[in-house]
């Protein structure tokens, strides 16, 4: 199977600019989570997606959004970007179902490498 | 909230020799620990996990975790380290049942295998 794919992989935009983020699962897996990681704050979960409804967000502002089509493939919205929103951006797939007991392993995409001038 | 730890920010090694890379958490409830390793410029990549069970666990590239529940930790283990083994490692715990989907990772160690 194919893994996580992310797209673009890198990206340069400015203060001020919104930027859309790509992220296609692991063929099956219905649920998608995206994670930021800076030298600073580490790895942070954003939120998950499961069947087109985001299932949890993490503690970030309502600047960073998300969505789940129909075929599980998700995108992430950042509006208004920031210096420090620079990050390497992460999504992650699992095949977690509707009654799952969460045991399952979350599979991780290269991410996508924002820098914000 | 559940955590976990990674007391050291960086791990040396000879090349050949045991390696250990630790992991403590805090949770209420059953652990569900992993392990993920990231090399320069990549995504995460699954290494282990702990869901129930033995208490030792047995993964990829030969690596394998003790689950420790007196002591709350969840170290990696590798009984001959490889220089290609030089990477970033994190410890993550999933997060309570009604987060859904979210782990909470530790801050990384750095691991340094030398020839």
Redesign the interface.
Same mark, same amino acid.
């Given at each position: 199977k194919a893994g996580v794919t992310q797209t673009p992989r890198y990206l340069i935009k400015t203060r001020g600019q919104q930027v859309t983020l790509s992220c296609s699962p692991i063929s099956g897996h219905r649920s998608v989570s995206w994670y930021q990681q800076t030298p600073g704050q580490g790895l942070q979960f954003l939120f998950e997606y499961f069947s087109e409804t985001q299932r949890n967000k993490g503690n970030f502002p309502g600047r960073f959004s998300g969505r789940q089509f129909s075929n599980s493939r998700s995108e992430m919205n950042v509006s208004t970007l920031e210096l420090g929103d620079s990050a390497l951006y992460l999504c992650a797939s699992s095949s977690r179902t509707s009654g799952g007991s969460y045991q399952e392993t979350q599979y991780f995409g290269p991410g996508t490498r924002l820098l914000v001038l | 909230a559940q955590s976990v730890a990674q007391p050291e920010d960086q791990v040396n090694v000879a090349e050949g020799n045991p390696l250990t890379v630790k992991c403590t958490y805090s949770v209420s409830g059953n652990p +569900?620990l992993?392990w +993920?390793v990231q090399y320069p410029? @990549?995504?995460?990549?699954?290494l282990l996990?702990y869901?129930t069970g033995d208490n030792l666990v047995k993964g990829s590239y030969g690596f394998e975790a003790e689950f420790n529940k007196s002591q709350t930790s969840f170290h990696l283990k590798k009984p001959s380290a490889l220089v290609s083994d030089s990477a970033l490692y994190?410890c %993550?715990v @999933?997060?309570k049942?009604e +987060?859904?989907?979210?782990?909470?990772?530790? %801050?990384?160690t750095i691991l340094r295998v030398k020839s």
């Open positions: - | +569900y992993f +993920y410029n @990549r995504g995460l990549q699954f996990k869901i994190f %993550a @999933r997060d049942v +987060y859904g989907n979210k782990l909470v990772f530790g %801050a990384g």
